[in-house]
């Protein structure tokens, strides 16, 4: 209840904007309409695919839904690979956190090409 609540206050708030007139309604027309379609994409989503996906990516190998333990399935080998060492290590998870701190500042020096 709290998502679609929260959707469809998103929504509500943004719909006056389509009525906004003069200078700022040119620049100011496509936010009352693309706000509302992602957010109700989003909520589809949210409500559809991602339990649909996590039906079918947590599946055992037999397609059973209780066919092995869940520390048996290959999502969870991969996520364990990948996450195990920076849940056991402190350094390990400076340094990661060090790399996505740099990646995002980098990224903050990347400029908007107008042509």
């Not at 037999?62 to 350094?91: F, N, R």
Request: charged share 15%; proline share 8%; glycine share 6%.
């Amino acid at each position: 209840m709290p998502t679609i609540l929260a959707t469809v206050t998103v929504v509500l708030a943004f719909m006056p904007m389509a009525f906004v007139t003069g200078m700022m309604g040119s620049y100011m027309k496509p936010i009352p309409f693309n706000v509302p379609v992602a957010m109700v994409t989003s909520l589809f989503v949210a409500f559809i695919v991602t339990p649909w996906a996590s039906y079918r990516l947590m599946k055992g190998e037999d397609h059973g839904w209780h066919s092995q333990p869940p520390e048996e399935t290959k999502i969870y080998k991969a996520y364990k690979k990948v996450l195990g060492p920076l849940l056991e290590s402190t350094g390990k998870r400076k340094v990661f956190m060090s790399i996505i701190i740099g990646v995002f500042l980098v990224t903050m020096t990347f400029r908007r090409c107008s042509g």
